[in-house]
């Protein structure tokens, strides 16, 4: 009996093991770190290193829908935000360390998600070290209070992409001019013109031992001081405004920089070493934070259009060295980073002196959080390539004429647009279903004029989302006949429309039935699968195996919906207790789908609401899938 038991125990380990090795690799990764370092753990600080672990999760958060990603990140930064907005874990404005805002990304996502006032007053409090922080002649801001005169490539990583989301959260456009300065300077003074690598610190005053007299720079070419400035680059161009003038000064840094990161990559394992040009010097070794930092770097600059498309085999030959070189996989599954030095930095006591003997006699160990931070974010990257080239850059618009509602920001003041947005986080966005189209190749736009053929025509794909009544919007715009003649001649010639409607009293249906009518399709005026929270199960919707859409998803979750009827070329895509819940219909080269429901934004797809076992988020891949196959498939 204990041998059959001991079978059994062995057999179910054994078929755990094999499931963990069935999830991708950024989230296994994700489950070491989750282990090793609970959001409950008592001893937790307010670190820069905790920082890249809550980077790299809010990026599988919003690649995978799975809401346990972000309460790790929200109990986390609760045990330090208190409800004043005052922040603990050792947090100390006045030693005035750029390491010390890392963390503050987390919490304006939080603001942006939860809205709180909490994490509003801290991200201010949090902003204001910036204010005091002390800065060089040339304005670039200190490492430290007590690294006089210095700026280090890490500082760009951990106070200015914080800056530069800050600017971007709250309106302060004008910030980017100094976010900028602090890029430029950087390279300008640091940057070696024979190799394109850029080195560890720069003391504009050359009064440290470990700077040269004549250009105050440190000695070597530290690979993770570098892999920080590489991904600070690529995390502050998410926020910089597209008009902004030195924006397209730090796209041509970012091609410099991976210029050099490509040329100093090990030809044989694909990784990058610990001092970057000195391969074959003694004692140097091949370093996983620096390679996860550079293919974090290289795969999203890629993904973003910032740098030639060649670049994404170099991320390629890298993400599978730091497979081969550094990851080590557990008998229970769970996998470990190898080879990152636990720290490095210039001065202090005792005194750091940049000298390649200092930078290898680091310790060097397994699980450092600033390694599992950094490939977390490298291997959502990597996965986020995979099916890049699907919609080839295409752009799908969304309407934002037809559904303009409007609020006042009590952050700006200024009256702003909202509801189903592509840049809102918040229960009312579309920032999840933006992020899906992304994956898949889609350049994702918004439009605030009404449709006509010429603006319509750069877009494959058109959203109309729950068009505005009076009592949303005074200044309600209908669907007319002019609109009606753009969209379907438009989708005759091979676009493919997609229409979010709501329910019959929160929603306009006599104009918009005047659109679907063109394509066979008719919205009822009903409401059914009314929801009273926490009671999902009556909005769920089972989908049967076979359907043409959604080939994963299995369970959904649409409440409050209008039903349809159809005539030809509309048909039911599916059905539920007899009443048609979404209709396609091929006109022209083109198509059409409806559904009365917004139903893929985020209250539906982040996964902070509904229960694990609701497909939404899977739902919205299909969707983009089929999307995707109905482009490439006009004629």
């Known amino acids: 009996m204990k041998k059959l038991l001991l079978i059994g125990l062995l057999m179910m380990a054994a078929f755990s093991a094999v499931q963990a090795q069935e999830k991708p690799y950024s989230q296994r990764m994700a489950a070491t770190a989750m282990k090793l370092w609970s959001d409950t753990a008592a001893n937790a600080r307010w670190t820069y290193e905790r920082g890249v672990i809550?980077?790299?999760?809010?990026?599988?958060?919003?690649?995978?829908?799975?809401?346990?990603?972000?309460?790790?990140?929200?109990?986390?930064?609760?045990?330090f935000v208190g409800a004043d907005g005052t922040v603990g874990g050792g947090y100390k404005a006045d030693v005035y360390t750029l390491d010390n805002l890392l963390m503050g990304r987390s919490v304006l996502t939080m603001y942006k998600v939860l809205g709180s006032d909490k994490y509003y007053k801290a991200a201010n409090l949090l902003r204001a070290q910036l204010k005091d922080q002390p800065r060089t002649a040339s304005g670039g801001f200190w490492h430290k209070k007590i690294y006089v005169d210095q700026m280090w490539l890490d500082g760009l990583y951990m106070g200015d992409t914080f800056y530069s989301r800050y600017a971007s959260t709250m309106g302060e456009t004008a910030d980017f001019d100094d976010i900028a300065k602090q890029f430029i300077l950087m390279e300008k003074s640091a940057r070696d013109?024979?190799?394109?690598?850029?080195?560890?610190?720069?003391?504009?005053?050359?009064?440290?031992?470990?700077?040269?007299?004549?250009?105050?720079?440190?000695?070597?070419?530290?690979?993770?001081?570098?892999?920080w400035y590489g991904m600070a680059l690529v995390d502050a161009l998410d926020d910089f405004p597209k008009n902004h003038p030195q924006r397209a000064e730090i796209i041509a840094i970012l091609n410099r920089y991976v210029a050099a990161v490509q040329k100093y990559q090990d030809a044989r394992s694909g990784t990058w070493w610990q001092i970057l040009d000195k391969p074959n010097a003694e004692g140097n070794y091949l370093e996983s934070s620096v390679s996860c930092m550079f293919v974090y770097t290289l795969a999203k600059a890629v993904r973003e259009g910032y740098i030639p498309a060649s670049y994404q085999t170099v991320a390629e030959k890298?993400?599978?060295?730091?497979?081969?070189?550094?990851?080590?996989?557990?008998?229970?599954?769970?996998?470990?980073?190898?080879?990152?030095?636990?720290?490095?930095g210039l001065g202090g006591n005792p005194y750091r002196d940049g000298s390649y003997k200092y930078y290898l006699s680091e310790k060097v160990v397994t699980n450092d959080m600033k390694g599992v931070g950094s490939f977390i974010l490298a291997a959502v990257e990597m996965e986020r390539l995979a099916n890049l080239s699907a919609a080839k850059g295409k752009t799908v618009l969304l309407d934002s004429y037809f559904n303009n509602e409007h609020l006042k920001n009590?952050?700006?003041?200024?009256?702003?647009?909202?509801h189903y947005k592509w840049e809102e986080m918040d229960n009312n966005g579309f920032s999840i279903f933006g992020h899906v189209f992304n994956n898949y190749g889609f350049n994702t736009q918004t439009l605030y004029d009404a449709p006509n053929a010429n603006n319509l025509k750069k877009a494959s794909v058109y959203i109309i989302v729950d068009p505005d009544i009076p009592k949303e919007n005074p200044d309600t715009k209908y669907i007319e006949e002019p609109h009606i003649k753009a969209i379907s001649d438009w989708v005759k010639e091979g676009g493919v429309l997609l229409v979010f409607n709501n329910d019959t009293g929160n929603a306009e249906f006599t104009h918009l039935n005047k659109l679907m009518g063109k394509f066979g399709i008719t919205f009822n005026l009903d409401s059914r699968n009314h929801v009273t929270t926490p009671h999902f199960e009556t909005g769920a919707i089972n989908i049967p195996a076979g359907n043409a859409i959604f080939k994963t998803a299995k369970k959904i979750y649409i409440k409050e919906i209008s039903t349809f009827k159809v005539t030809t070329p509309a048909v039911s895509a599916l059905t539920d207790k007899g009443d048609i819940v979404i209709t396609t219909a091929k006109y022209g080269k083109g198509t059409v789908f409806a559904v009365g429901d917004p139903w893929f934004y985020n209250e539906y797809t982040d996964g902070r609401k509904l229960p694990a076992d609701y497909d939404n988020y899977k739902a919205a891949e299909d969707l983009v899938k089929w999307v995707t196959k109905q482009i490439a498939a006009k004629k």
């Open 54 to 79: 809550l980077d790299g999760l809010e990026s599988l958060w919003q690649q995978t829908g799975n809401g346990d990603y972000f309460r790790y990140i929200q109990h986390t930064v609760d045990r």
């Open 193 to 227: 013109p024979k190799t394109g690598l850029i080195y560890h610190g720069w003391d504009e005053s050359r009064k440290q031992k470990w700077a040269d007299p004549k250009t105050g720079l440190s000695p070597n070419f530290w690979g993770r001081a570098m892999g």
């Open 318 to 344: 890298g993400y599978k060295g730091i497979l081969k070189e550094f990851i080590a996989t557990d008998a229970d599954g769970q996998i470990n980073l190898t080879k990152t030095v636990s720290v490095g």
């Open 410 to 418: 009590k952050v700006t003041g200024k009256t702003e647009s909202f």
